[in-house]
């Protein structure tokens, strides 16, 4: 088949036509200006047990350096689709939203000093490690663990907003659990998308998203199991095995609960939004007071 034949009328339309859906996009969620107190929180703010509280404290503690490399991975290839007017927005959308889960993790962080767990020099090492790993791969690959990265957390965060209700007894930081789980879920498809728009989605695209990916569980799996043992001996709790085996029980059972979603990543046609978490989203929105009168737009 010909190509067709353009005008210059024609071109001048057609540049009119991009540059009206540019300036109509806008991104298709919102980013939330938070502004979380920590300075009361309880000590063991996750039921009451020192293990599973260090455990989510791990966790935490790899989001401000962690989602600082996922904006910066995407920022350096965000040229690349500028022609997608709707991608280039959620692209905008996501990096306001992480940015503003790196700051209040690192509030969070900084009240956990409190209780002696000096948990800023693991987000330090965070930052260190990320950016050789950075340092010594490419945009393709740095971009692809970010897409793995954020398929893992939009697995854990669905979990998280079925489960952390009462388990979580401090109210701030279990809604600081949830906004970011709810956020996290609005933006999981757009590294995805930019993936998928700048490499395709053929054999090599997809090897490559499948072998980054398994890297990438491997590295959280064995980083958030490191710091939590670290937070434990911080905590002189490190021989409570009352705990450790409280821990346990939640942790086989969830990741139990998540292995189905984490291998979904695996099949050639996977693609983010083919799960739908509207409604739990809509009600965890309303048990921690989100009205989207609250918002801001970033572009
Ligand atoms: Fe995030
Ligand atoms: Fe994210």
């Not at 904006?71 to 927005?89: H, I």
């Not at 409190?114 to 950016?131: A, D, V």
């Not at 998540?258 to 083919?274: A, K």
């Amino acid at each position: 088949m010909h190509p067709p034949i353009l005008f210059p009328g024609d071109v001048i339309m057609n540049a009119r036509i991009n540059a009206s859906k540019a300036t109509q996009a806008q991104p298709s969620f919102p980013v939330r200006r938070m502004d979380y107190d920590f300075s009361s929180i309880s000590k063991y703010w996750y039921d009451n047990d020192p293990a599973s509280t260090m455990y989510f404290t791990a966790l935490s503690l790899l989001f401000p350096e962690g989602e600082a490399f996922f904006v910066r991975a995407v920022r350096r290839v965000r040229d690349q689709v500028r022609n997608n007017p709707q991608l280039d927005k959620d692209i905008g959308a996501f990096i306001g939203q992480e940015a503003m889960h790196s700051k209040e993790h690192h509030a969070f962080h900084i009240s956990a000093q409190q209780y002696g767990l000096n948990p800023e020099s693991l987000e330090r090492f965070t930052g260190i490690l990320l950016k050789a790993i950075e340092k010594l791969s490419s945009k393709k690959f740095n971009l692809l663990a970010t897409v793995g990265l954020e398929h893992y957390t939009a697995v854990k965060v669905v979990q998280m907003m079925r489960s952390v209700n009462e388990p979580m007894t401090d109210d701030t930081i279990r809604n600081l659990w949830l906004w970011h789980s709810v956020e996290e879920t609005e933006h999981k498809a757009v590294a995805f998308d930019t993936y998928r728009a700048i490499y395709g989605s053929g054999l090599n695209a997809y090897l490559s998203r499948i072998s980054v990916y398994t890297l990438g569980l491997g590295l959280i799996l064995s980083v958030s199991g490191a710091y939590t043992v670290i937070l434990m001996q911080r905590d002189r709790q490190l021989f409570n095995l009352k705990s450790w085996r409280k821990f346990a029980t939640l942790f086989t059972r969830t990741y139990g609960q998540m292995l189905p979603q984490f291998l979904d990543y695996y099949r050639p046609s996977f693609h983010p939004n083919q799960t739908d978490e509207q409604d739990l989203v809509a009600q965890t929105k309303i048990k921690i007071g989100i009205h989207e009168a609250d918002t801001a737009q970033l572009s």
